[in-house]
């Protein structure tokens, strides 16, 4: 079955820090990769999406290109600020899969200091 | 547009009861869907529905059951909460299945 492993957290930066955090994924298809994000007390919104080999999606400063050889979907971002503390879930969905239903990794926590 | 909307925003039951969580979307989206949180794990897909009418399983469907008598509409049933069903539920719509708008989830507890 689908399967999506990201790095656990928390992850702790410095505000202005880079940031990476790392997604794999198991698919039996051909998946649409997608980032989530979820501040405290809210549900999840979308961050950034790729649907095919090799699209980069981006969204308020984050991006994360999809690679296929690498089975990979890591988020990154150049210059972290204080409003990026949240969880960050890595998803796919598959339309081999439960209706094209999301399929989450485990989230990672950021926390960013002044 | 209201979007996703979820109740109530928070539950306490013992174990044994059953209930119904709320959820309505005014996207007039196909696919809706109901989701668990529990700390570590991601979010699991418990039910889900294609279009009114039409439901399924996903990946922890037991203890809960699901109807889609219209569009706008998919409540999530407990049938006799256990302990086990402590979470944060999220429901959520979409148009195709692929990108999903979240509602604010129900946090519940079952003592």
């Known amino acids: 079955g689908n399967s999506v492993t990201q790095m656990e957290g928390p992850v702790t930066l410095s505000e202005e820090a880079f940031l990476t955090i790392n997604c794999t994924y198991t698919?039996?298809?051909?998946?649409?990769l997608f980032w989530y994000v979820q501040y405290p007390g809210e549900g999840l919104q979308l961050l950034l999406k790729?649907?095919?080999?090799?699209d980069k999606g981006s969204n308020k400063g984050f991006e994360a290109t999809y690679r296929k050889e690498t089975t990979s979907f890591h988020l990154e971002k150049g210059s972290v600020q204080v409003s990026d503390s949240a969880v960050y879930f890595c998803?796919?969905?598959?339309?081999?899969?439960?209706?094209?239903?999301?399929?989450f990794g485990g989230g990672t926590r950021l926390m960013v200091k002044p | 547009n209201a979007g996703v909307t979820q109740t109530p925003k928070f539950q306490v039951l013992k174990t044994g009861q059953s209930m119904t969580l709320q959820c309505a979307q005014d996207?007039?989206?196909?696919?809706m869907s109901w989701y668990r949180q529990d700390p570590g794990m991601g979010l699991r897909l418990i039910h889900y529905?294609?279009?009114?009418?039409?439901?399924d399983q996903g990946e922890v469907p037991n203890g809960y059951n699901v109807s889609r008598s219209t569009t706008e509409d998919f409540p999530l049933r407990l049938l006799s909460a256990a302990p086990s069903q402590t979470s944060v539920y999220f429901c959520?719509?979409?148009?195709?299945?692929?990108?999903?708008?979240f509602g604010p989830g129900t946090r519940l507890t079952v003592l």
């Open positions: 959520a719509s979409s148009y195709d299945g692929g990108t999903q708008y």
């Open positions: 529905s294609v279009g009114a009418g039409i439901t």
């Open positions: 998803a796919l969905s598959d339309y081999n899969n439960a209706g094209n239903m999301l399929t």
């Open positions: 996207m007039n989206h196909e696919y």
């Open positions: 698919a039996t298809g051909y998946p649409s």
């Open positions: 790729a649907t095919k080999a090799d």
